[in-house]
């Protein structure tokens, strides 16, 4: 999960119904290697729905997707076998 994608989670009504302090809180204090975890999901992504890496990236840093940086997602794609 994105940093962005945990954070629309904990705050959401449909999620956890945190308050937003609360959850940046959270955010602020999590230890996550935000760039592994791209790289996880585009291998999923590579995966189970045989993805071009362009639509992989895209989905990677779409707002109705993962949410992750430019910067996350385009090392997942660097580093896809």
């Known amino acids: 999960m994105s940093k962005a994608g945990l954070y629309n989670q904990l705050t959401s009504d449909a999620g956890e119904k945190f308050p937003a302090e609360a959850a940046q809180y959270a955010i602020d204090n999590v230890q996550a290697d935000w ?9 999923t992504y590579q995966k189970s729905m045989a ?27 660097d580093n896809l076998e």
Request: hydrophobic share 35%.
């Open 35 to 43: 760039k592994e975890n791209a790289l996880k999901k585009a291998k």
């Open 51 to 77: 993805m071009s890496s362009s639509a992989i990236y895209d989905q990677l840093t779409s707002d109705a997707g993962e949410k992750f940086t430019q910067e996350e997602a385009q090392y997942a794609i």
